[in-house]
């Protein structure tokens, strides 16, 4: 038996993207919302009943929503590629050492129905 806790966040950014595809309106700068899911996974603390206190939880992903939110994602440094792909790996590499049980981050914009998850 094993337990899993998500917690979302969301962030607005902006990003252009190299494309074999829709070439020119992928090179201008344009923005999109972004919502993230950040899952771990584990037994409860016998003592505290919990995996991790949310309290805990949300502040880690509160420093990795500072990171992206309101940003040009070409910027971010240690930010590979400006994709859903790239969004996933940055943030769970960002919240692993306060994360140890992270088992998945999804990174989705709902408005256009992409969604791409990172197993862990
Ligand atoms: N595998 C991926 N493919 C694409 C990604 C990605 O992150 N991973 N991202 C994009 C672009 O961000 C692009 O802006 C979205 O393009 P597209 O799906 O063509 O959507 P539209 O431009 O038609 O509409 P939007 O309203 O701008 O979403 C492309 N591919
Ligand atoms: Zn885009």
Redo the contacts with the bound molecule.
């Keep these: 038996m094993k337990y899993e806790l998500t917690q979302e966040f969301y962030f607005e950014a902006a ?1 252009t ?1 190299h ?1 074999e595809i ?1 070439t020119d ?2 090179l201008r700068i ?1 923005g ?1 919302t972004y919502h993230a899911d950040v899952t771990v996974a584990g037994m409860p603390d016998p003592a505290s009943g919990m995996l991790i206190d949310l309290g805990h939880f949300r502040a880690a992903l509160a420093g990795v929503r500072e990171q992206l939110d309101h940003r040009l994602l070409d910027e971010v440094a240690g930010l590979k590629m400006p ?3 790239g969004l996933c790996a940055f943030i769970a590499t960002a919240l692993q050492p306060a994360l140890p049980g992270l088992v998945r981050v999804t990174v989705a ?1 709902r ?2 129905g ?1 969604r ?1 998850t990172l197993h862990l």
């Design positions: 990003h993207l494309r829709e309106s992928s344009h999109h994709t859903l792909e914009r408005a256009s992409d791409c």
